[in-house]
């Protein structure tokens, strides 16, 4: 593929990849689009959460005490690229109610395909936190390197990008671009066109998502 594949997490169980062929039909309505961005969302939380460390704890239940598990110390912060990585943010924080949720505000210039910063807030104690970077796709890669550098720049260690569907130009310069960075997708596509859209991808995830087009 040509480029770093022990830090790429391919999700491939088959209720993915039942959901992601409804996703990719043009004539899915945009209520069950929506729906299922969501729900994919959950599928790679999971396994972008899996080696989180474990203590144990004491409870007591009905009948007895027994000692469970509890995730240790672990806090994460949820930071969609907008408008699209909205569309995930729901599903994680199904997973993680307590996390926090930073935003990233770009949009790609319409000729050079160049992400352009309109907006950037962080939790305040960003840096203490697993940061999950979501976005239902990469494309160019430009505005998750964008986002990558944000966060390194306000210090924070831990940082895993959640998309649905991926280029293999955007995987190759988000892993290229940060060498600890992980990915997860649900799926690596042919590649790109001159407009610089995943083929065969599923079109505008943020048109499809909010039915603006």
């Known amino acids: 593929m040509g480029f770093d594949t022990s830090r790429l997490t391919i999700i491939d169980h088959p209720l993915v990849q039942h959901k992601l062929h409804i996703l990719r039909d043009r004539d899915t ?3 069950q689009f929506r729906e299922l961005v969501g729900e994919l969302a959950i599928f790679e939380g999971y396994e972008a959460m899996r080696d989180f460390p474990l203590e144990d704890i004491e409870v007591t ?21 907008l408008r699209a990585g909205l569309g995930m943010v729901d599903g994680l924080l199904s997973l993680v109610p307590s996390a926090r949720v930073g935003h990233v505000g770009m949009y790609r210039d319409p000729t050079t395909h160049a992400p352009h910063q309109y907006y950037c807030k962080f ?4 840096e203490s936190r697993t940061c999950l970077i979501v976005d239902p796709m990469l494309a160019t890669g430009g505005s998750l390197t964008a986002a990558i550098q944000f966060l390194r720049e306000a210090h924070v260690r831990d940082i895993r ?17 940060d060498p600890d960075v992980r990915l997860y997708t649900c799926a690596v596509d042919r590649g790109l066109n001159e407009s610089a859209y995943i083929l065969p991808g599923l079109g505008d995830a943020g048109d499809r998502i909010y039915g603006t087009k």
């Open 29 to 31: 309505p945009t209520k």
């Open 61 to 81: 239940t009905p009948l007895e005490k027994t000692v469970c598990k509890r995730i240790a110390g672990k806090k994460v912060a949820i930071i969609p690229i």
């Open 123 to 126: 939790p305040p104690d960003v």
């Open 161 to 177: 990008a959640l998309t649905i569907v991926s280029a293999p130009e955007g995987v190759r310069a988000a892993l290229d671009f």
